[in-house]
């Protein structure tokens, strides 16, 4: 609340950008899309970007597409985006596995997308409790009861497997205000009956995310810009790294959210819609106005 009660609103809380910076990385859901339809400004911003020979990646946590899925979904809503701009935790998880346990048998609760980029990088599936080393807790639609008691039973009874996650969200945001449940209920499920602790998040905001993304752009932190709509993945892993970082009012994170948070937990910029990211000098010479998109 501002003095004398008065609400929020995000007019009050807006700072934008008053250059360009080399790299721009974007959340997806809430950010650049909702649904299947563009958020307002996302075009002519990524465009611009583009015609600027700025570097624009795409991230997600979410592991139910790949980066294929992405792209094709971008390019259908009139953003052309090849499938190396684009960093999920399908990515994440399977390179961190790649990495750190090459030759473990491992359980992904997850849907399709991860199963198959598990199998194309050879690493072995299994549902056979006594023989899982890792256990995936993913955003998984299909999640049932079966699929919680291979977990217990790898983790609990036969006291062998690890738990890791794809990313650490309660819910991912869908259109009409409502939402589905995400990746962090499921390891709670988990915990609450193994009483075993997720020891690795892949996604936002662990700093795997951005060490993956930052080995695929070449520039330091400081040159790039991390823009998102959720406090505590993206715009937390971008604070944390030294990143500069901007929320959005478009999904997630509302005035009043952003308000409450501590100093150290807001981000440089503050947005009402994405194409603000372009500096109003811009804005003015592109002869731009929020009635346009």
Known sequence: MTQKGTQTSATDLIRVPDRLYEG???????????????????????ETLRENGK???????????????????????????????????????????????????????????????????????????EEIDIVIASYDRTFEYRKLQIA?????????????TTNPDRYCAVPGGRGEADAASIVAAIEACTQAKCE??????????????????????????????????????????????????????????????PEENKPEYVLDRIDKLIPQKMWEELGWTADDE
């Open 152 to 164: 217990f039973d790898a983790i609990w009874f036969h006291k062998r497997a690890r738990l890791v």
């Open 24 to 46: 721009y990385i974007f959340d997806l859901d809430g950010t650049i899309y909702l649904g299947d339809e563009l958020l307002p400004g996302a075009k002519r911003l990524i």
């Open 55 to 129: 570097k624009v990646i795409f991230l997600s946590n979410n592991p139910t597409k790949d980066p294929e899925m992405y792209s094709e979904k971008l390019t259908r809503l009139g953003l052309p985006t090849p499938q190396e701009e684009t960093v999920n935790t399908v990515v994440t998880m399977t390179q961190w596995l790649l990495q750190n346990a090459p030759d473990a048998t491992v359980f992904p609760i997850s849907e399709e997308p991860l199963k198959k980029a598990l199998r194309e990088a050879g690493i072995r599936m299994s549902e056979d409790a």
């Open 200 to 261: 690795v998040n892949v996604g936002k905001p662990d700093p795997i995310m951005l060490e993956t993304i930052m080995g695929m752009i070449g520039l330091d932190a400081a040159e790039c810009v991390c823009t998102g709509d959720r406090l505590y993945t993206e715009i937390r892993m971008a604070l944390d790294a030294g990143m500069p970082a901007a929320v959005v009012f478009t999904g997630e994170t509302t005035p009043e959210m952003l308000e409450a948070e």
